[in-house]
């Protein structure tokens, strides 16, 4: 009973922190369903978000202003980025793969010169600052409104996709990009939202965490592994298997990290390998026709 | 005969601007006439150790700009060659490796991470180059893993843990509980802490593991709250224990235990303010030392380096000046780059505490190969002088109070005729 009592706060805490993770991935998944490009300039973007945050909070503009506007700047960057892809459309993969890894690199830099390579703070208002008590136990109060953040994004996203005639153009788009376009859909525009949207996600995602990892130029790299793990985890192209897979990646990170704590970062391969061994096409990964 | 007199002046124009210099400044001719002597900077720029490797290099930097003023050592221009070592103990052999065979690099200069040292030590006593681990704090590197042609500078985890584990459990209580990165230098930072608290009638009731690049520390802050210890040890560095700093303060637990971090460097809580600066904590210098020479030093960084972030030099940048200038002293001295000739100069080299700008004098232990130093305990400062002064040094211990006894049994460094003879 003891056992159980104690593990109570450590699965909260691997819920509230697989919601994170799965902010983290919503955004990598949208374009990888979309555009079946692998945006290795995700973790980038991520960061970018974050310091563009930083930037606005320093003109002195309003947090929470500074969270709405520092994503629409990020997009803005993310649909750079896109015009630049253009040209590796209908290419091996290989080509879009080496333009966001180089992209990634570029905005890294940029990052470092334009706000130096060392430690920067996104504070937060004093209202979402502190700590509170969960079942005795003393826990930031941040990081509860930042899984419950990631919840309302998932959840717009959710409506986005599924109630609103944008959310059908993109899944058919993912679906089935030739029908789309022959049904007179300009899949080239579509694409650039898209893209939009996902960079925007991982913007999101980099002022949410912001506060929890800290910011630095490299901070991507500590978000685009894990993404990359819980889509294909997932199941690629997958919104709910995205989501599922972020929770179960949560859940098992923070109970080895409580339990057998050297296991923690390990752990959440080790559930990858485990999984992609049993069932290759993720948690909720559509049938390929092979398998069908 | 107009045109001939005209190219004349032409050639006489040319002529000039290009010995004109070289006559102004003798040693620069004198210097540049030979082979300038390259000094590999083994660094990190990225990875868990990024920013600190960015601040020992400019450490290095500065003691390499000084000498190239004078003219350089032994007549030769001193050129610095810096590769990223990524904090990956692969890359370190790849890049040590590459640095002495295809760079004709005449030494080695820098680490932050122990395994990463230890990777380079390899490769550089397989060819006999002299290296110098700058800024790596395992007790191993001066101990079981010590080379013939490795010198390590900055104080260890047992160096750090002897100054402070006996007060800590007579203020704070008896109950351990040990933080440790799971590398090399969080291994046996704990270990010796680990011994030190037990022979001390202290207790260590958990050790939690944090493995490198950890983000998140809730898990382990929430168990540390299970346990109640009376002490938490932190043995955990670079971006981690920023990440940690920063989580700890967010979840108010920065005075729920009495924290204790091993060795805190200046760059991984620079900029993270002052809320972040809890605990205790060891270090081997601070720019606020009121001791001879400090305020020259901090005013020459700042002329040296008006735009970087970090505004005040700390531990780390010292350390890659203070041992970067010491080699240069000894290649000086030895008259010669030769390896075993450097090398014996190195060994049970004294060093002034004015010269070091440090309380105590310090010295290279022969056995070891490591830099006996003066270690500082400090904490937050609750009245700073200026927005930087962030610590308040709360006492020193001398380097025989502190050294490391097991290293000298541990470090079996290898004979001068095993050796290679080196010399670029």
New interface residues.
Partial sequence: MDFLLNLLPHLYNGISLGLLFALIALGFMLIVGVMEVINLAHGSLFALGAYFAIALIGFKVNYYIAFLLAPLLVAAVGMLLELCMRRTYGKDSLYGLLLTFGAALVIEEVIRLAWGSGEKQLVVPPELSGAMLVGGLIYAKYRLYASLAALGFIFLLYVFLEKTPYGAMIKAGAHDSEMVRALGINLTRLRLFVFALGTALAAVAGIVLAPIWGVRPHMGVDAVIPAFLIIVLGGVGSFWGAVLAGIMVGIVVGITGAYASEWSLLSMYLLLIALVTFRARGLLGKKTALEA | MKRNRRKLLQMLAAGSAFYGPWTVNRVWSQAAQKKPLVIGLTMDA??QY??SG?DERLGAMLAIREFNDKGGVLGRRIEALHMDTETTPATGSRVAERMITRNEAAFLVGALHSGVANAISQVAQRYGCVYFNTNSSSPTEAGKDCHRVKFVWDGNGTNFAHAIVKNAIRVNGRNWVLLTN?YVWGHQTSKATRALVEANGGKIVEE????Q????F??????L??IKPNVVAAAVGG?DI??LR??VV????DK?FAWINNQQDW?DV????PDAVFGVFGTNWYYRLDLPGVKEFVAKYQKTYPG???KVPGNVFYNGYVSTRELLRCVEEAGTTNNLAVIKKLEGRKMSAVDRMQTHEAYINAATHQCQQTIYMASYNDKPAEPDDIFRILSSAPPQEVEDKDAIGACKLESYEATPSYEQ
């Fill in positions: 990225s990875g990024g920013a960015t799971d939690l593991m944090v493995p690049n950890t983000r998140d809730t898990s382990y802050l929430l168990k709250q299970q971006d920023k990440a920063q989580q967010q979840s108010k637990l729920a760059p620079y900029g993270l303010g970087v972030q970090i």
